[in-house]
């Protein structure tokens, strides 16, 4: 999959009969969900970024070489947004689970959020990605490569 060009921060709907999938980014706070979007967006990392509540983007890529928009929802990874997640949860066709490998809790908390997505789906046929953020942070781990999920 490749970005064929930059991302507007605004959703809408697809145009050309280009087919459009939900991508939700779900994870515990602080683990990088927004700062790994803002790579795949703009191709830059950013150096601060406020916490996130809610954020869409929406790109065109070539997904099994057919041009694409993926609709990108930014999620808050704070407790006290925990009401929105089911509506999340609902809508999106394919989700990314974030966890920081700094950090044992966002782990766990990633398993919790495979099941929250069982529990309002009732299907675990659900396209899932679990990805293990900060990778270059080796001397702060706290969850070892060899962890299963």
Known sequence: MEVENEASCSPGSASGGSREYKVVML???GVGKSAMTMQFISHQFPDYHDPTIEDAYKTQVRIDNEPAYLDILDTAGQAEFTAMREQYMRGGEGFIICYSVT????????AKFKELI???RHTYEIPLVLVGNKIDLEQF?????????
Request: charged share 15%; no cysteine.
């Open 103 to 110: 950090d044992r809790q966002s782990f766990q908390e990633a």
């Open 141 to 149: 781990r706290q969850v070892s490569a060899n962890f299963i999920w």
């Open 118 to 120: 069982f529990q309002v």
């Open 27 to 29: 994870g515990a706070g």
